[in-house]
């Protein structure tokens, strides 16, 4: 922003007030035309000349004035009433001559009530009572506040928008993951249960009749033994009636 009060302090400011210098004021309606200011430029002891000419004269009395202001602080710094110069092949010829004791910037215009309503000219910078580097230093600090009310306002409202923004996806991922994680968990709750073998210590799946490891059978035999087989005595397998051998853990069998 200090950036852009400098550009637009130096374009407005400086630049603006230069260009009006030689230019001649006049009226929509071409009643009031050719206004001029000489010099454009002085100080507290400079008299500046200000000229006007009135195309259409009435044939009564009317006046022609030239109106001053402070263009930092727009008060009227005059409203003073113009004497006739004489006729021109254009209209009657006015003009105003006087001092401007303040070091500012003004403006000026010429109105006339020539044709009874009051008639202006469009406003003009002059005269220029400060220097470039002047003007400048005093308009810099007023066109730092209009940009950071303007801009700067703009701005921070579109950083804060971000930081919302930013703050709601965080608390959506949050809440994704939370789900994710109740997902997870509802999936291992349905995952089927297991036990240890009591035996080798190894897991057996809780729908195992026997463990798959060492061959331990888990299933409650209400009508006995399978028909053609028995138990080992020493480690609890099943196996064929006629082994001689348990397959599991090598003990032999007495007929």
């Known amino acids: 922003m200090m950036v852009l009060a400098v550009f637009f302090t130096w374009l407005v400011g400086v630049n603006n007030v ?10 929509s309606d ?41 263009w930092y602080t727009r008060q009227v710094i005059g ?3 113009m004497s006739s110069a004489g006729l021109t092949a254009d209209g009657e010829r006015f003009e105003f001559a006087t001092t401007l004791t303040e070091q500012s910037v003004f403006t000026y215009r010429f109105a006339t009530n020539a044709i009874g309503a009051w008639v202006h000219t469009f406003e003009s910078y002059g005269p220029v009572h400060q220097s470039d580097v002047d003007r400048f230093t005093t308009l810099l600090p007023a066109y730092m506040i209009a940009l950071l009310v303007q801009i700067g306002l703009l701005f921070y409202l579109l950083l804060a928008f971000s930081w919302f923004s930013q703050r709601s996806r965080d608390r959506m991922e949050e809440v994704m993951k939370e789900r994710q994680q109740m997902a997870r968990g509802n999936d291992v709750g349905k995952q089927e249960e297991s036990f240890v073998c009591s035996e080798c210590g190894s897991d057996v799946p809780a729908s195992a009749g026997r463990c798959p490891q060492c061959g331990e059978s888990f299933e409650e035999d209400t009508q006995g033994a399978e028909k053609g087989k028995y138990e080992c005595s020493e480690c609890g397998a099943t196996v064929d009636e006629g082994a001689r051998s348990c397959w599991n853990c090598g003990k032999e069998f007495e007929e």
């Open 18 to 27: 230069n260009a009006m210098e030689g230019v001649r004021l006049e009226s």
């Open 30 to 70: 071409g009643l009031l035309v050719d206004g001029t200011l000489e010099p454009y430029r002085g100080g507290a002891d400079t008299v500046h000349n200000f000229q006007v000419t009135v195309t259409a004269p009435s044939t009564g009395d009317y006046n022609v004035n030239v109106i001053i202001h402070d």
């Open 79 to 81: 409203n003073y009433t």
